[in-house]
């Protein structure tokens, strides 16, 4: 019978972070042996083969190939795929390295072949806006009164990043913010940057009414990568600072402008508020 070599793959620091720089590239690294009759050189040609991965993962652009060479008595050698870094946010990844012809009447064996873990290191952007203050008093007559908010970003920072945001909610109207619409804009974030101020200028009036309350929401704008959102809204009150005038109650409905809110009523008339003499 003709004696021959079985060469066999496996993993050996091939599991690991795929990495981050900008043009960096991590050694996956597999171990291959050789088993039975060891006296003679023999090559291996080798591939590898995308399982999750896709071309842009390696190194090359695409899924290497090369060839090992045995010396006489060699048993052991080592070989290493190169995974390019990228900053995506993306599942973990997988491919395989095959072994796929030996010279010299030699046998690939059982284990083949061997798969490598490329696992993502890459972290999300995550945006929250928050109101800097909950109330707000609405101000002077046809004066604008700055209402601000915060957006926040945590996690990966070191790219620029745009956020859109627009006021909601149905309490108040375009008008009470002195615009003919809803604001709205975009937040910018430079490198590094990890919180913008969104100023809302809400504008006052002599109006005698109930506290109102409005809301700015963020949204990813179209096409954005690496980046979501996580507290989408925040609100303020604002509070109605006119005076109230003293005496009887109005009745309600007197004014399209007037909602008659007792307990602020009382809160402006402390003398009207009735006493309870203590046992």
């Known amino acids: 019978a003709v004696v021959t070599s079985v060469f066999s793959i496996v993993p050996q620091g091939a599991d690991q972070a795929e990495g981050t720089s900008a043009f960096g590239q991590t ?19 080798w ?67 061997a798969e490598g873990m490329v696992r993502n ?12 203050r909950g109330v707000q008093p609405e101000g002077s007559d046809g004066l604008a009164s700055p209402v601000e908010f915060t957006v926040t970003r945590t996690g990966d920072a070191h790219r620029p990043a745009t956020i859109d945001w627009t006021v ?32 809302v200028n809400v504008t006052g009036d002599r109006a005698l ?17 690496h980046a979501q959102i996580g507290t989408g809204a925040a609100t303020v009150i604002v509070a109605n600072d006119d005076p109230v005038p003293r005496g009887a109650a109005p009745a309600i409905g007197t004014s399209s402008d007037f909602l008659f809110d007792p307990v602020y009523y009382l809160w402006a008339n402390p003398d009207l508020v009735p006493t309870v003499p203590l046992a």
């Open 47 to 113: 591939r590898g083969v995308n399982g999750t991965t896709d071309g842009s993962d390696f190194a090359t652009g695409l899924p290497p190939t090369g060839t090992i060479v045995f010396a006489p008595g060699e048993v052991l050698k080592s070989l290493a795929v190169e995974i390019a870094h990228d900053d995506d946010t993306e599942a973990d990844e997988t491919f395989r390295v095959e072994l796929v012809s030996v010279t010299g009447g030699n046998v690939v064996g059982p284990l083949g072949s």
């Open 168 to 199: 909601s909610g149905t309490d108040m109207t375009a008008g009470d913010f002195g615009t003919a619409l809803l604001p709205s804009g975009r937040a910018s974030f430079a490198a590094g940057e990890t919180v913008r101020t969104i100023v």
């Open 27 to 45: 050694p996956f690294r597999f171990l291959v042996a050789r088993a039975g009759f060891t006296v003679d050189a023999a090559t291996v040609t």
């Open 209 to 225: 009414e109930r506290h109102e309350v409005f809301g700015v929401e963020i949204a990813l704008p179209p096409g954005a990568e």
């Open 121 to 132: 290191d890459d972290e999300a952007a995550v945006f929250s806006v928050a109101a800097v």
